[in-house]
């Protein structure tokens, strides 16, 4: 491919789709819709017409996702330009897709070792079940301020990999779902000495490096394959997503194998479309796009002060300047367009804030039992922080009940971590950013993951409270964030029944589970590991 320098405020695929859109020309191929012709006299279609009129497919002109040579491979290669990697390719099945496909190309053969963070999103699982990968565990630190796990550190990285030198890489999430993170560096660094490639789902970063406010990038920490949902914190439509790439440490052709595999032979054009507008956006604004979302938190947090009923979730160093500490290694950054808030009298649960907002029509991206996550971006405003002190505003001086309030300098309650020893006294059970280590290991055995489906005569229903000692036959996964507690194949200890227990207690929603309300888990016929299988059946 030739690397011609392009002009970054141009678009070239949004730029085809637009003339696409204005043009006269009769449509004799794809989509079925004609330009949403077909809801002409019949109506029903409303604001989706509009976008079915750039809505095409890989007629002349408009290039293919998967043999790009034309105005898709001028997009892509602006994205490389603009997120600092030398390939980037458009995913239209969001990270979900990319998580597979770098999973699919650094585990080529059944069997593989791939050393794995183990609070990771639901596709990382799903791409380890797809490769027929074993995977080696990491346990996550744990910031001891807030109970949240964030990525595993470059010692456990290191003596992983040590221990499992044939390991043919290593998958962290930076950040988690709450905007933490940790310095990334050491970990690149580690798996380069090694000579196996840093894989990183930033999901939730894909405007990291991209201003000073902001932490830097995993491409920039040294990464060799970044996955980042474009949709979530820039500007693309959902689903649209990019993996990036660089160094010599991933076989590219592989990659655009494995990328053609598990993504649509008819991608959708308006997702590659928008992916290619949101690059632009940055690429011309630079961090200027942020201003006004920055400033939109900066009152956020200037109205929190005057309501000291809300904490607001930040590293140590944050709170008292120069307090570095051991804490920091485990939580060192916050990306501030997380504003991660909570109840300091500790009346209402995350989930109660959550509802109290949703009430006053404020929607929060998501809640568990102690925080609510507040998804700020670079189209936030004033007027939503506004309407959001407003609503908080109301509900500091709702249900207070006779607890007192905390100083607004009060620090924040210490992270109650569950007692597995008296699961029934546990306050937080918290299990968003949870891994299921029993915290005496810092990594695990490899665990082998298949396809083969689990046989239904060879699992049982059994009571919730039994369940400890047993092995999970399904997945059960809190959602959002979608990090699954437990896994098809898993044995359960006595410290992850606690969680769920929790769990079922606290009324979260839950994916995967037969029984949503969670009073009864599937798990396999007597207490022995399953010979194979991760597949719930
Ligand atoms: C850490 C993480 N990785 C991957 C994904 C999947 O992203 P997408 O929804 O873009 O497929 C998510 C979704 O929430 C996520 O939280």
């Known amino acids: 491919m030739g690397k011609e320098k392009l002009e970054k405020g141009k678009a070239p695929l949004f730029e085809a789709l637009v003339q696409y859109k204005n043009g006269g020309q009769a449509s004799f191929h794809v989509p079925g819709h004609k330009k ?42 602006l994205a490389a330009d603009c997120f600092g990697a030398e390939e980037s390719f458009f995913l239209v099945g969001g990270s979900t897709s990319g998580n597979l496909a770098m999973i699919l190309t650094a585990c080529s053969h059944p069997g593989d070792v791939l050393l794995v963070q183990r609070n990771v999103h639901k596709s990382v699982l799903n791409g380890l079940m797809l490769a027929g990968a074993r995977a080696v ?26 221990a499992y030198p044939e390991a043919k890489g290593v998958l962290v999430t930076m950040p988690n779902y709450y905007g933490m993170g940790t310095d990334l560096a050491p970990l690149a660094e580690a798996c380069h000495r090694h000579g196996v490639p840093l894989l990183v789902d930033e999901a939730h970063g894909a405007h990291y490096g991209q201003h000073p406010q902001l932490p830097r990038s995993a491409l920039a920490s040294g990464a060799d394959v970044v996955v980042q949902s474009t949709h979530k914190m820039l500007a693309a439509l959902t689903m649209g997503a990019m993996l990036h790439v660089q160094g010599p440490r991933i076989n590219r052709g592989l990659l655009r194998q494995r990328l053609a595999m598990v993504q649509s032979s008819s991608p959708s054009y308006p997702v590659m479309g928008s992916l290619d507008l949101a690059r632009r956006q940055l690429h011309v604004q630079g961090a200027a796009a942020f201003t006004a979302g920055l400033a939109a938190v900066e009152s956020l947090k200037r109205g929190l002060r005057e309501l000291p009923r809300f904490g607001l979730l930040q590293p140590a160093a944050q709170q008292q300047s120069g307090a570095a500490g051991p804490a920091a290694a485990a939580y060192a950054t916050q990306d501030p367009f997380k504003v991660v808030i909570y109840d300091r009298t500790g009346v209402l649960s995350g989930y109660e804030l959550q509802h109290r907002l949703e009430a006053w029509d404020c929607i929060p991206e998501m809640s568990d039992d102690r925080y609510v996550v507040l998804l700020y971006s670079l189209g936030s405003t004033d007027e939503d922080t506004r309407h959001l002190l407003k609503a908080l505003s109301h509900i500091s001086v709702e249900k207070a009940g006779a607890q007192p309030l905390h100083s607004s300098h009060a620090a924040p309650a210490p992270y109650a971590s569950p007692q597995v020893d008296s699961p029934e006294d546990c306050g937080f059970v918290e299990f968003s950013t949870w891994n299921n280590f029993d915290q005496t290991t810092s990594f695990s055995e490899p665990v082998a993951f298949s396809l083969t489906p689990v046989e239904p005569d060879e699992t049982e229903v059994i009571p919730l409270e039994e369940c400890a000692g047993r092995v999970a036959a399904e997945m059960i996964i809190p959602y959002p964030p979608g990090i699954p507690i437990l896994y098809p194949g898993e044995r359960i200890t006595e410290f992850v029944a606690v969680k769920l227990r929790g769990l079922a207690r606290s009324g979260a929603k839950c994916q995967g589970a037969r029984d949503s309300k969670l009073g009864t888990i599937l798990v396999h016929k007597g207490v022995r590991e399953p010979a194979s299988g991760n597949q719930t059946p």
């Not at 009129?53 to 040579?69: C, N, S």
């Not at 630190?141 to 807030?146: A, E, L, N």
């Open 36 to 77: 949403g012709q077909a809801y002409a006299s019949f109506g029903g279609a409303g604001f989706l017409e509009q976008a079915m009129e750039a809505d095409v497919t890989e007629i002349t002109g408009m290039d293919d996702l998967h043999y790009p040579e034309g105005v898709i491979r001028d997009a892509q290669q």
């Open 137 to 162: 565990f990491l346990e996550p630190q744990v910031d001891g301020g807030s109970g949240l796990a964030t990525a595993p550190s470059s010692e456990t990285v290191a003596a992983a990999l040590a």
